[in-house]
């Protein structure tokens, strides 16, 4: 199966032609693609929806262009607000959110598909003026005390599905048509639930979603098909997407004229916006000291402090000093940033940036050398330091001749009119892509541990399958809970769902299969799992299946996520001592088993007892053990098996 990793065994408990680019320019220029598309092709639309801003492009007649709104700008806000009669969409958002602060919702994908008490979720909630809450599922929603038809609370995709529907809008106005074929990108790091989150917004603004493209890979199509870069087979590309709210590092080979990606890593909490947290605390500091007022305690004030934060940073990334002020009612802010003070508060994330392209490259087993080019992505890759960090670690300068505000819109167009059966003719674009998943997709085995069904960077669409057996006698059920991620420990990894598979007889366990599990991952990133049961159930085939698995966080599971922060030597040894742990506990229980089912009446009565305390123990196990623990208990019954000749069993299972 493509993508697949094979079958495993688990045991489960229950319960064309590139054209000019006008870099920053106002007006809106065409790309050609080879000869004019047959007139009876309809446009189709790429779309950045961005953490801060929004960005369309129309692929229409041949060619790509960026659209311009209302006011003339190629970028629109992301942000949403209402009042009693009206709702406002980007730029007028904002203006009436400095009136009415709570009323403006912004950076709201950083709620997309997340619990309401996930650690990320309460650190943001401070910084906001607006109010998010718990909704169903302990969702993250957001409430607005005055809407025009009484609604109060929205969910993320709701909220996007209105930024969405105007990034329509425009493009249809642009391009005297309607527009119902697009292609919407995502970080690369999103998860399932965001993932279909961002789905769910599009169908709500009344578009067919072609696909979830991966915001790197969508810059490093633009790149090819304006013809950017030597195309040559075997050259590896990475692409440094650094926006409004997330970072995604990818590893591109450009291979037969498409695109093959080798590796993802990201941090789906990192982007300029958190540049702009950073600098607003240090300026709230200071004037707290000065004047004995705190800013960020006046929620009305907030916007225009960020706004006033956010226009510092800019000037910043071309002169070495910018300065601070706002003058509204009894507060007067006036003060200078220096840009290596700039760079001094923000040192922490200008670490994590150059960790994660350090991290993509040992994923992809590679080192700085074997990259040709290093493609810019994202507004936040302005700052002057993440550009010197880049230039100094690749000993030469990052790529950024295609606009890092456009180039994941333009790249998605392209993408959208690949994909579209509305696009016709013999020069439709050809820019094959072949993306991965960016992070490992397992089930928890008891007790506790991460199997993965489908490794990360697979290729998409991907399917793996597992043949499951019951864990404990008399087991009736079987419950599959799924995580992401690469950790050892579910628990330290990125909890998805679960469901449970009924009807199993009550039988001792014998470690023979009972059930398949399939997991499915789609082009979008989008999982599907099923489980059948194959033996041992009243109904045979009886089959459970769940699409898209959006899971309850529990307050435990909102904080169980992996610290970044610790050094990847030292988490990579905690996993592997944790591996052979669980490889010695998993010879124990077969043995046991063996032992139990083929040689228990021969044995001796405190042999039988001991093979009994044993699986008794193992199954009531709510932790794992040392491996030395389970070496030990393993001795002794190899001790019996070896007086009866017998081999090695099953011991030799491999997961």
């Known amino acids: 199966m493509k993508g697949s990793p094979g079958r495993e065994e688990v045991v489960l408990g229950g319960e064309g032609k590139g054209g000019r680019w006008t870099e920053g320019g106002q007006g809106t220029e065409a790309h050609d693609l080879g ?37 003339g700008l190629r970028t629109t806000p992301s942000s949403i607000a209402f009042t009693e009669r009206q709702t406002f969409v980007g730029q007028a958002a904002v203006r009436n959110g400095a009136r009415f602060p709570n009323q403006c919702a912004y950076e709201v994908k950083r709620l997309m598909g997340r619990s309401v008490l996930h650690p990320k979720v309460q650190e943001y909630k401070r910084m906001w003026p607006f109010k998010v809450i718990a909704g169903e599922r302990d969702m993250a929603v957001v409430w607005f005390e005055k809407v025009p038809d009484g609604k109060q609370t929205f969910s993320p995709p709701e909220i996007s599905s209105l930024l969405l529907k105007d990034m329509k809008k425009i493009a249809e106005a642009f391009a005297n048509s309607e527009i119902e074929d697009a292609v919407i990108t995502v970080p690369a790091h999103f998860s399932d639930s965001q993932r279909e989150a961002t789905r769910e917004a599009g169908r709500k603004a009344g578009l067919n979603v072609l696909q979830l493209l991966n915001e790197p890979t969508a810059a490093a199509v633009a790149y090819i098909h304006q013809k950017k870069l030597e195309e040559s087979d075997g050259r590896n590309i990475m692409v440094f997407d650094l ?55 006046d929620q009305k004030l907030l916007p225009r402090v960020r706004e006033t934060i956010c226009l510092a940073k800019h000037t910043l990334s071309t002169q070495d000093e910018a300065d601070i002020e706002l003058y509204s009612g009894d507060i007067d802010l006036n003060q200078s940033i220096l840009r ?146 690469e950790r050892a420990l579910c628990r330290d990894n990125q909890y998805l769902g679960n469901f449970m598979l009924t009807g199993f007889k009550p039988v001792a366990a014998d470690g023979k299969p009972v059930a398949k599990l399939v997991l499915n991952v789609d082009s979008d990133g989008i999982i599907r799992a099923s489980a059948v049961a194959v033996a041992n159930n009243h109904e045979d085939g009886r089959t459970e299946e769940v699409g898209v698995i959006i899971g309850r966080f529990s307050k435990d599971g909102a904080d169980a996520t992996v610290d970044e922060g610790r050094d990847w030597r030292a988490v990579q040894e905690e996993d592997e001592e944790m591996k052979a742990a669980f490889k010695a506990r998993r010879d124990l229980l077969y ?14 009565k405190p042999e039988r007892s001991l093979v009994i305390e044993f699986l008794e123990w193992l199954q009531s196990e709510e932790s794992y053990a040392s491996k030395r623990i389970y070496e030990d208990k393993t001795k002794k019954l190899r001790a019996i098996q070896t007086r009866f000749g017998g081999g090695s069993g099953r011991c030799s299972f491999v997961v």
């Open 35 to 71: 000869d004019m598309a047959p007139s009876n092709s309809k446009p189709v639309i790429g779309i950045d929806l961005g953490t801060s801003f929004c960005c369309v492009a129309v692929f229409q007649n041949g060619a790509v262009d960026i659209v311009p709104n209302a006011q």
């Open 243 to 297: 926006g409004g709210g997330t970072l995604d590092v990818s590893i591109i080979a450009l291979e037969s004229g498409g695109l093959l990606v080798r590796e993802v890593k990201g941090d789906s909490d990192l982007g300029g916006a958190d540049f702009d947290s950073n600098l607003m605390r240090h300026v709230a500091e200071q004037y707290k000291r000065d004047m004995g007022r705190d800013l960020l305690a």
């Open 340 to 485: 290596a003070k700039f760079e001094q508060i923000n040192e922490e994330l200008f670490r994590k940036c150059m960790a994660i392209v350090e991290e993509a490259l040992r994923g992809a087993n590679m080192t700085s050398h074997d990259i040709s080019d290093v493609i810019l992505a994202g507004g936040s890759t302005r700052i002057q330091k993440v550009r010197e960090m880049l230039k100094q670690f690749f000993a030469r300068p990052p790529l950024s001749v295609v606009h890092p505000d456009e180039v994941v819109a333009y790249g998605a167009a392209v993408q959208a009119a690949f994909l579209s059966p509305l696009v016709m003719g013999n020069h439709k674009p050809k820019v094959p892509v072949c993306d991965v998943n960016p992070k490992s997709i397992g089930v928890m085995v008891s007790p506790g541990e991460m199997i993965v069904v489908i490794p990360k960077n697979s290729r998409l669409p991907a399917t793996g399958e597992l043949d499951v057996k019951c864990a404990y006698d008399y087991q009736e059920a079987i419950e599959f809970k799924l995580y992401q991620g």
């Open 591 to 604: 043995l046991a088993w063996e032992l139990r089912d083929k040689r228990f009446a021969k044995m001796s």
